[in-house]
């Protein structure tokens, strides 16, 4: 059954179908959050089973799924340019099929199918699972079509594919255990465009734990935009602390990550697990966005600096190495130089691992967009400057003070760099690179650190584990 709110317009679609061969190519470009990476993977996973195969080369593509994201400054204009150059590929090649999901899809519906008509699918957050018969209307009927169901008819195993033989799997792998969001931060559209949270159930996230685990994936990381907040709204309820001692104590996985946390869930059970459970790497995520009260009101985040502080002072007596970095935005409306001082003032104190700074920007239908006064750019970039600054030593510092140090190292691939290095992480994550072979790619080895650097480790091998 397709969905009732569908929209259907005439597409430049030529009917004829994909080149002669029976592997399909698919083009998959992904805008934003690891959240949109695990979708993306999600698409070509259930479009394995129906002869896709994917390409770096969009030329090439029958099918080229665009997956936009709202979060960042001018998402929707980076979407245009991009469907700005997919137009010559279309005019090239009729037949490619042009679809457009994720939030900005999400947002402008079929304004996206008015404005752009060689758009063939334009599909809101929560219809990918329609997406191969989507495909099959549009090659049988060339009509456009925008699908937008208000709720995801599948979150269980079924989304994913039905042929799991198909599966493409990294050695770090991630794995969806919840959608949508009930937070509301007055300066994100993520509850309004991915919906309220729906947590998936248990047994179906750790069937494809398993799965992954056997296809050789070493980290599972789970996903979510608030993963502390999982299970609540199961039946049986289940805390997030109890999925992780499941997939601990269930299957053979060796690390276990999980991002984001709201602090305001960061429960006491939950930090014990970094003592208890000994796949859980000590890395915690836990964005903070700003350091005065008053802003923090104003953002609805819903804690204070104080009870910030208690709990990374708290989560450390559980866990004295673990690794803590944040999201911290400067410049939200009315934010003051005073305000400001106090976001500096907890990245003193908390000492982070890394930190991912933003600049406040009006979202569309955010909140906050309605929100005065408004920063002034200049003010805004002088805060992030000193703010990045100061990050930057911190990080640095700490970064040196693992020299001498030996890390268990996962190794994940080939180092970017192309000297022939491979790259992992330690188990607070951060990046090693070291010569060895390529046959340690997927192991967990001892390497010791030589040289620290601002983004990343320099080490030598020094044993493999297992
Ligand atoms: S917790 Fe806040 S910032 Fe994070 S997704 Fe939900 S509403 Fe957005």
């Known amino acids: ?7 259907i317009i005439d597409t430049q679609y030529d009917g004829q179908g994909p080149c002669n061969d029976n592997l399909k190519k698919l083009y998959i470009h992904t805008f934003g959050c690891q959240m949109n990476e695990y979708d993306s993977l999600r698409v070509e996973r259930m479009l394995a089973p129906e002869g896709y195969i994917t390409t770096s080369d969009p030329k090439k593509a029958d099918l080229i799924f665009i997956n936009t994201c709202s979060v960042r400054e001018k ?9 700005g150059r997919l137009k010559r590929i279309k005019a090239r090649s009729p037949h490619t099929i042009i679809v457009v999901g994720g939030c900005v899809a999400q947002q402008l519906q079929e304004n996206l199918l008015n404005r752009f008509h060689y758009v063939d699918i334009v599909i809101g957050t929560k219809g990918i699972s329609k997406l191969p018969e989507l495909i099959k209307e549009v090659q049988n009927t060339r ?6 169901p208000d709720h995801e008819e599948s979150c269980g195993m079924e989304w994913l594919s039905p042929n799991t033989s198909q599966w493409k799997t990294e050695i770090v792998a991630p794995v969806t255990i919840m959608q949508g969001c009930d937070n509301f931060c007055s300066y994100c559209i993520v509850p309004y465009v991915r919906g309220r949270e729906y947590s998936r159930k248990p047994e179906d996230i ?12 070493k980290e599972i990381l789970l996903l979510g935009q608030n993963v502390n907040s999982y299970g609540k709204n199961l039946d049986p309820p289940i805390t997030f602390a109890n999925l992780i001692k499941l997939v601990a104590q269930k299957t053979k996985v060796t690390r276990i990550r999980f991002t984001t946390s709201h602090p305001k869930d960061l429960t006491e059970e939950l930090m014990q697990c970094f003592r208890d459970v000994p796949q859980l790497c000590p890395q915690l995520h836990l964005p903070f966005q700003a350091g005065s009260d008053r802003i923090l009101k104003r953002m609805n985040r819903r804690y204070t600096q104080k009870e910030y502080l208690t709990k990374v002072e708290k989560l450390r007596t559980y866990r004295s190495d673990i690794a803590i970095t944040a999201d911290v935005m400067v410049g939200f409306p009315g934010e003051t130089d005073e305000d400001f001082r106090e976001t500096m003032k907890v990245i003193e ?4 691992d890394g930190l991912f700074s933003f600049r406040y920007s009006d979202r569309p239908f955010a909140p906050s967009s309605r929100m005065y006064p408004k920063v002034d750019e200049k003010t805004k970039s002088r805060w992030l400057t000193e703010l990045q600054s ?6 640095l510092k700490k970064n040196q003070q693992e020299v001498g140090t030996s890390r268990e190292v996962l190794v994940e691939g080939e180092s970017k760099a192309g000297n022939g290095q491979l790259t992992g992480r330690t188990p607070q994550g951060r990046i090693v690179n070291f010569y060895g072979p390529k046959s340690l790619i997927g192991k967990i080895v001892v390497v010791k650190i030589i040289e620290g650097y601002a983004h ?3 080490g030598e091998l020094q044993k493999q584990n297992n």
């Open 1 to 7: 059954m397709m969905p009732a709110n569908k929209v």
């Open 75 to 83: 998402a929707e204009q980076k979407v245009y340019s991009l469907l």
């Open 143 to 148: 009509k456009s079509l925008g699908c937008f």
């Open 206 to 217: 750790l069937q494809e734990i398993e799965i992954l685990l056997e296809k050789g994936a």
């Open 349 to 352: 104190e908390v000492q982070f």
């Open 390 to 395: 100061l990050q930057a030593d911190i990080t």
């Open 456 to 458: 990343s480790l320099k």
